[in-house]
């Protein structure tokens, strides 16, 4: 099993404002930990470049793009809510975030990885088409979706999101659109205030959406629950050519954002069942992003125990 990894200290320079949840120490307590691990330099380096722009715009209008680039290059402290704080190399740094998940998509697209995890900033999944909101700046997961259908041919993707915030932006960028599965599970009712188990896609797209709200202290129990009884029949009903995840860690217990029960060893339970999905469907590829995760001592755990799982396989 070949698993890529990309990671670049550059993603390190996104400052999104004093006090932010969302700091450079969620990478450094991470890639250090990851560092000590055994199997750490049995991964793939994957070098992160930034995107071209007009991928971006495969999910985002232009306006949002352009509102970004001058935003950062004006010096503001935050883009479109104050949530989305920026400095002056935030554009780039996206870019580079984007333009990382698409260097593993292209890997396991050709084969010559098997799946891949990107530890990278800032993240993606609150992006709408035309406004930054909840930490995020450009939809990472969409924009890796719309790459794996454009640039290599997978018409069916699925994007799992276990974050404990629900993807608002990721669901509205294809709830009408019957190739991308969306499926996630998160806190609710919580931010964003989307994610009722009713919102099941619209038109053409209507039941290609799958929500699973859970309630504050929900755990690992019910969670698993949520993934045998509706989850995975749903996803092999779908059979997708490529999974991706996004991949928030903030529905651990010890998470200080949110109200979820979640131990470190689920994650490993969630990344297996992927896995099987992967190999049952997509020739086993598969593309796993960070999203949240805001206890620098608990998310370096959960990313070793999800890293570690993909470079073993199945």
Not at 106 to 131: K, Q, T
Not at 243 to 258: K, N, T, Y
């Amino acid at each position: 099993m070949t698993t890529g990894f990309v990671y670049d200290e550059r993603f390190l320079a996104h400052d999104a404002g004093p006090h932010h949840p969302e700091r450079r120490e969620r990478l450094e307590s991470t890639i250090d930990h990851l560092r000590r691990e055994a199997w750490f330099d049995g991964l793939r380096a994957v070098p992160a470049s930034p995107c071209d722009p007009s991928w971006l715009e495969t999910v985002h209008d232009r306006e949002l793009v352009d509102r970004a680039r001058e935003s950062c290059r004006r010096g503001l402290p935050y883009l479109d809510v104050a949530d989305v704080g920026i400095c002056p190399d935030s554009y780039d740094i996206a870019l580079l975030a984007a333009g990382g998940a698409l260097a593993l998509a292209d890997g396991v697209a050709s084969a010559e990885i098997d799946n891949g995890f990107s530890l990278s900033r800032p993240p993606g999944h609150h992006a709408e088409r035309n406004v930054a909101l909840g930490f995020c700046l450009f939809n990472n997961v969409a924009i890796t979706a719309r790459y794996l259908q454009r640039e290599h041919g997978l018409d069916k993707i699925l994007i799992l999101d276990w974050d404990v915030h629900h993807g608002n932006g990721t669901q509205h960028t294809f709830e009408s659109d019957p190739s991308v599965l969306f499926v996630s599970t998160h806190q609710y009712p919580y931010y964003p205030g989307t994610g009722a188990a009713s919102e099941d896609g619209e038109g053409r797209g209507r039941g290609a959406t799958l929500n699973c709200p859970m309630p504050a202290g929900a755990g690992d129990h019910d969670y698993e629950r949520a993934f045998m009884e509706r989850i995975l029949p749903k996803i092999d009903a779908f059979a997708p050519q490529a999974v991706i995840i996004s991949a928030g860690f903030d529905a651990h217990a010890e998470d200080p954002l949110a109200h979820v029960m979640l131990s470190t060893g689920f994650f490993a339970w969630m990344t297996e069942r992927m896995l099987e999905v992967a190999e049952r469907h997509a020739e086993g590829r598969l593309i796993s992003i960070l999203e949240g995760g805001y206890n620098t001592d608990v998310l370096p755990l959960c990313v070793a125990a999800h890293l570690e799982l993909l470079s073993r396989g199945s």
